[in-house]
């Protein structure tokens, strides 16, 4: 059964919205992208190191790699748990890094998140491709 209660707006880099969610508290943000179909797979979801696009959630949620990237309200980031250092280690690795970036899987629905915007990162797989080193902000 889908959770109820918690709105999440997931949007673009651009601000356009994807899809409206309703999630539980206690739901991370990688199951629940799976969950409502979401597709966060596009262009710019690329294994580190690799020239291959990969699906969201590559590794299931074992902090080896970054293609559950997603960028979070400042109030929302703030009052979280801060990211481990194996998730800021990935971070560091991620397209598209804001102060406000964790790693989707990582990340455990709170209440003070209703109305939120989960926005996903604006890196692209060119960038990558090109062999441009990621800008880092
Ligand atoms: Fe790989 Fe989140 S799914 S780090």
């Given at each position: 059964e889908r959770g109820t209660g918690i709105k999440l707006h997931f949007k673009d880099?651009?601000?356009?919205?994807i899809k409206t969610i309703e999630a539980s508290e206690g739901d991370d943000i990688l199951s629940l992208a799976h969950e409502w179909d979401?597709?966060?797979?596009?262009?710019?979801?690329v294994i580190p190191h690799s020239s291959l696009t990969s699906p969201i959630g590559a590794c299931e949620g074992s902090i080896?790699?970054?293609?559950c990237h997603v960028i979070l309200e400042p109030d929302v980031y703030d009052v979280l748990p801060e990211p481990s250092d194996d998730e800021n280690d990935m971070l560091d690795l991620?397209?598209?890094?804001?102060?406000?970036?964790?790693?989707g899987c990582q990340v455990l629905v709170t209440k003070?998140?209703?109305?939120?915007d989960i926005r996903l990162p604006s890196a692209t797989r060119n960038m990558f491709v090109d062999g441009k080193k990621p800008t880092h902000h």
């Amino acid at each position: 059964e889908r959770g109820t209660g918690i709105k999440l707006h997931f949007k673009d880099h651009k601000g356009n919205s994807i899809k409206t969610i309703e999630a539980s508290e206690g739901d991370d943000i990688l199951s629940l992208a799976h969950e409502w179909d979401i597709d966060l797979e596009g262009d710019h979801r690329v294994i580190p190191h690799s020239s291959l696009t990969s699906p969201i959630g590559a590794c299931e949620g074992s902090i080896a790699c970054s293609t559950c990237h997603v960028i979070l309200e400042p109030d929302v980031y703030d009052v979280l748990p801060e990211p481990s250092d194996d998730e800021n280690d990935m971070l560091d690795l991620a397209f598209g890094l804001t102060d406000t970036s964790r790693l989707g899987c990582q990340v455990l629905v709170t209440k003070e998140m209703d109305g939120s915007d989960i926005r996903l990162p604006s890196a692209t797989r060119n960038m990558f491709v090109d062999g441009k080193k990621p800008t880092h902000h």
